[in-house]
């Protein structure tokens, strides 16, 4: 199996990562902060270096990371928790349903507005001046991916978060697709939150997603109850992460983030992020000499990505990814969660294929899948 | 046996504790806290070896938040 659909989990992750998770669930498997015996207190211990090397990765405070079960999740709460009657909230138009869903059913409930800024495909200072356009006096958050999971249009998120300061609109980003392969610094690029799932770049295990969030941040929680702390008390505590943290934490999925952090650590997020863009380059060359093969690139300047979406003319996406399947290559095809993002860049009728490359995919991989996507297209009766 | 300690509501500000304090030269042990206050319910116990105050200027300092330092006898 050539496996190229790492957007939407890696695959496969990196044996520390697997050893990690069994030593957590056979050596210290107790249940993280809810006690006092060396078990407990080793597993806690273990949530919170994975916290605080989060904390360093991204550059935020340690109780500012707070444990989700997946970015959707991070994302509802950074939406509901954040947001309040009579807000104004601005978009981008190549969001996941992960982001449009919860907006929109607040706008449905009657409780905020929202627009879409459109992303301009080769004009960052379009792209800003879109956004800028949008402002009202009521806008209190913008919320946008850093990198699209459709097109891989990287968003010029520093640039937004430089507009936005200082004019009290919240600014939470989708790093669902950038985070381990594209560098997120929350302090520099100005982001108050930053949500991000644990199973896809940071090469953590399915089950773990995170919300970090700097002091300008205060997110309500969407679930209530046992926290290990403040236990005598009806009231959810007010402290961070305690307060969104209800519930036994994933101890064998953080322990594997973890140790999928340091992976990426040891490798070098700017070799791994150069490593996969040249995989795409070859691939968006590959394709440029198949016949009806069309490339979506919604790029800025530097197109430096890890995926690439595409079609086969007279071809629904759907049915190229299954036949690449047949031949062992593991693509996705479809809508990928995204109706604006197909709504926005016309490819709503027959989606997209994509292909997404992790750290382990090699240039053999692309060649392989190049000469099996030229035989597709050549025949008309597959 | 009378023993002081600096306490923590959680373990997470409790472990940031332990490292600031290790990155300064000073050992400190974190545990739950073996004399919880019945009103604040469970929290964590830091033992530090050495200076308490020391520990506790560090701490503050480094804005980790913490319920101040505590003492209780062993009746045992």
């Given at each position: 199996m050539i496996y190229l659909d790492n957007g939407?989990?890696?695959f496969p992750k990196p044996q520390s990562v697997l050893r990690a998770v069994n030593e957590a669930m056979s050596l210290y498997g107790a249940n993280p902060g809810r006690?006092?015996?060396?078990?407990?207190?080793?597993?806690?211990?273990?949530?919170?270096?994975?916290?605080?090397?989060?904390?360093?990765?991204?550059?935020?405070?340690?109780?500012?990371?707070?444990?989700?079960?997946n970015c959707t999740s991070a994302l509802n709460t950074a939406i509901r928790g954040c947001l309040k009657k009579g807000d104004h909230v601005i978009i981008s138009s190549l969001e996941h349903n992960s982001v449009l869903r919860p907006v929109h059913a607040m706008k449905k409930e009657g409780l905020i507005t929202y627009d879409v800024f459109f992303v301009e495909?080769?004009?960052?200072?379009?792209?800003?001046?879109?956004?800028?356009?949008?402002?009202?006096?009521?806008?209190?958050?913008?919320?946008?991916?850093?990198?699209?999971?459709?097109?891989?249009?990287?968003?010029?998120?520093?640039?937004?978060?430089?507009?936005?300061?200082?004019?009290?609109?919240?600014?939470?980003?989708?790093?669902?697709?950038?985070?381990?392969?594209?560098?997120?610094?929350?302090?520099?690029?100005?982001?108050?939150?930053?949500?991000?799932?644990?199973?896809?770049?940071?090469?953590?295990?399915?089950?773990?997603?995170?919300?970090?969030?700097?002091?300008?941040?205060?997110?309500?929680?969407?679930?209530?109850?046992?926290?290990?702390?403040?236990?005598?008390?009806?009231?959810?505590?007010?402290?961070?992460?305690?307060?969104?943290?209800?519930?036994?934490?994933?101890l064998p999925g953080i322990a594997g983030l973890g140790a999928g952090v340091s992976f990426i650590r040891s490798r070098g997020l700017e070799a791994i992020s150069q490593s996969e863009s040249e995989l795409i380059s070859?691939?968006?060359?590959?394709?440029?000499?198949?016949?009806?093969?069309e490339v979506y690139s919604l790029m800025h300047s530097t197109p430096r990505t890890n995926l690439l979406s595409f079609n086969i003319k007279g071809k629904h996406s759907e049915q190229v990814a299954e036949l690449a399947d047949k031949r062992g290559i593991a693509l996705r095809a479809g809508y990928h969660c995204s109706y604006l993002a197909h709504k926005s860049y016309g490819t709503e009728k027959n989606g997209t294929v994509r292909v997404s490359v992790g750290p382990f995919n090699t240039k053999k991989d692309i060649k392989n899948l190049a000469f099996y996507l030229n035989k597709i297209a050549l025949c008309k009766n597959m | 046996m009378h023993y002081t300690y600096i306490k923590f509501e959680n373990q997470t500000y409790g472990e940031k504790a332990v490292s600031v304090l290790s990155s300064n030269g000073i050992k400190a042990s974190l545990r739950r806290n073996p004399n919880p206050n019945h009103k604040q319910g469970c929290n964590f116990a830091l033992f530090v070896n050495g200076n308490i105050w020391d520990a506790y200027d560090i701490i503050t300092r480094s804005h980790i938040k913490n319920l101040g330092v505590e003492s209780y006898r062993d009746r045992i």
């Open positions: 939407a989990t890696t006690g006092g015996h060396a078990m407990t207190m080793k597993a806690g211990r273990r949530v919170y270096e994975t916290r605080q090397a989060l904390a360093d990765m991204f550059s935020c405070g340690s109780d500012r990371v707070a444990f989700c079960d495909p080769c004009s960052k200072e379009k792209t800003l001046s879109n956004l800028k356009a949008l402002i009202k006096k009521n806008t209190t958050a913008v919320i946008c991916t850093a990198v699209s999971n459709v097109f891989g249009t990287v968003l010029p998120v520093a640039e937004i978060g430089a507009l936005l300061e200082g004019r009290g609109i919240l600014f939470v980003v989708d790093g669902a697709q950038a985070a381990g392969s594209h560098r997120l610094n929350m302090s520099e690029d100005k982001i108050d939150i930053l949500c991000l799932p644990g199973h896809k770049g940071l090469m953590g295990p399915m089950g773990t997603g995170l919300l970090l969030f700097n002091e300008r941040a205060e997110p309500l929680p969407l679930k209530y109850g046992g926290t290990g702390s403040g236990s005598m008390s009806p009231d959810q505590p007010d402290f961070y992460p305690d307060r969104l943290e209800s519930g036994t934490v994933n070859v691939l968006r060359e590959d394709l440029s000499v198949i016949k009806g093969a | -």
